[in-house]
Structures are given as structure tokens and as C-alpha cells.
């Protein structure tokens, strides 16, 4: 048994949620990456200077900006975004099954990552491609990962909450510590080629959020095209739409009958798994975690 700071206990009998292996200190998922292609694509990935990047930590709307940029990229062209289902429109670059995929893109490629800044692609730091960085609450990036290990076959589903809150904070989870993930890409903040958005900013202020995500790419869309992209990345017709809502993926990999991927899209549903002490805890840590950013963000005024 190992006590916590809280008084709470993480008991060791506790089975971690996923058989995992740790490349350069960071947690991954065993029998989805590898540590050899992990080095090689730190290494050897080719960036291009026209390449989009989708950078988050999970659970942070990766797939909300993957459904984004890539109807900023035809123009609010629904029928060309529909053309192929979500995950395979902007594939992982470190996912080894998704090389075929990555390959196959053409160009502006838009590629996702989770890759944490001390992992990513070296070729990327002397290209000119651009970063799209996006944020989340943290405590809502625990409740949405704690459903979705319920979903996701390599995940063991979850039973303790609590626990899950520990192995969060201690960077126990798929990509490691959210903490170091958000300061290590945060050390780009003031560089042209980095961009950095908040999943409560997008859900706020979706159309505003496009328009300033179509000036960074240097995208030029009129009313109509941006009303297009802004109309079919909503959560509701993302959800109702089969090649955004994973429905496509194989139910032995993804079961959606235990629940669905797109989940609530909402901000603040961590209000209704914390208790008012995991809260506090949480606030705690949060505060001597990133106190040497200097940066306050959208949710730590509304929360
Ligand atoms: S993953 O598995 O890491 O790629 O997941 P990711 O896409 O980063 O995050 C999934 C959560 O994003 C929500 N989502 C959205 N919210 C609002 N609007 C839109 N359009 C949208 N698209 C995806 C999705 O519902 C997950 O959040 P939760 O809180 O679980 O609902």
C-alpha cells in the first residue's frame, strides 16, 4: 500500500489499466507502439515544410481538430472530408499500423500526434511546418479517459476512481504526465510556427476559434466556407456522423456499445465525478506543478 498526500491510498492490488512499456520516461501502450519505431520515427521521420501537426495530450480534442483542419483544408467541403473515416484522415505518426495511412496523404498532410516535445519527430524543429497545440482541463481529460478505458480493448476498464486521479497525477497514463506533456510543448509558445488553443476555447467560441486557426495556416476561407467547417465540427454532427464517430472501427478494437467515443463534448464534467476533497487535491498538485509556467488558462478562472 503506498499512502497519498490526501490521506487516500492507492493499493497495490490495483491493476494498472494497460500493459505498457516506457520509452524516454513516458508511458505507452504495449501492442499498439513499439519501442524501436518510436526511435525511428524520433529519428528518421521525414517532416515536410507543408505539414500540419495536431499535437495534444489525449483526450483533449484531437479528433475535434482533426474534423477542423482538415474541412479548413477542402474549404468546408463536407463530401471531401467524409471520404475517408476520422482515424484515418489524420493518422498518429507514432502508431505503427497507421504508416500506410501516413504515407497515403497528400499534401498539406494533416497529421496527429500525442507525442510529448522531448519525443517528437527532430526533423520537425528544422522544418517549417506548423504545430497545432491543443489544451484541456486536466480533470476533464481524467473523466473522459476514465470512460474511455471502458471502450477501448487494450485498456482494463477502470473501477476506482480515485486511484486513477493518482495515476494521472503521477503521469501513469498513456503519453505519460499531462504536466510535462503541456510544459514541454508550452517551451514553443512564442515561435511563429506553434499555435496553441484550449478545447474550452473551441467550445466557446467555435467560429472565432476557426477563424483564427484559418489565419495561422494562412487559409483563406469566405463566410460561407468557414459557416461549412464551423456547421459540421459541432459535437452533434460530429456524433452523428458515421466516418467522425468511430463507428467504423472494428467493435473488437473499439466497443461503442459500452459507450460512445463521443461521449458529452462538454467542459466541467469533472464536477460530477470529483469529490469536493479529490478537487481540492487535485488543485493542490495542479498549483506545485505548474507554478513555474507563469501562465494561467481558460479554466483555471472558470472552474
Ligand atoms: S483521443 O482518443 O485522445 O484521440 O480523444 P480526443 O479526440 O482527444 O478527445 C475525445 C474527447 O473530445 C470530445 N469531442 C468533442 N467535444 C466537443 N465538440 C466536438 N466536436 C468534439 N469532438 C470530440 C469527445 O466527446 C471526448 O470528450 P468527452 O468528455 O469524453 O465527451
Known sequence: MQ??????????????????????????????????????????????????????????????MIEILNLIKHKGDVTKTNATPIFSRSPWYELPASQEQVQKLDSPRIISSHLPHHIFAKSYFKSKAKIIYTMRNPRDIIVSLFHFTKILSLYTPIENFQNFIEEFIQGKVAFGSWFDHVKGWMQMKDHERFFFITYEELLQDLRGSVVRICKFLGQELDDAQIDSVVEHSTFKSMKDNPMSNWSQM?????????????????????KNHFTVAQSEYFDKIYQEKMKDLNRSFFWEQSS
Open 3 to 64: 499512502t497519498i498526500t490526501n490521506g487516500c491510498v492507492l493499493s497495490s492490488a490495483d491493476k494498472m489499466s494497460f500493459d505498457h512499456f516506457e520509452y524516454k520516461g513516458v508511458r505507452f501502450i504495449k501492442g499498439m507502439y513499439t519501442e524501436e519505431f518510436l526511435n525511428h520515427i524520433e529519428n528518421e521521420f521525414e517532416v515536410f515544410d507543408d505539414d500540419i501537426y495536431n499535437v495534444t495530450f489525449p483526450k483533449s480534442g484531437t479528433n475535434w
Open 250 to 270: 472494428p467493435s473488437d478494437i473499439m466497443d461503442q456499445s459500452k459507450g460512445a467515443f463521443m461521449r458529452k463534448g462538454i467542459s466541467g464534467d469533472w
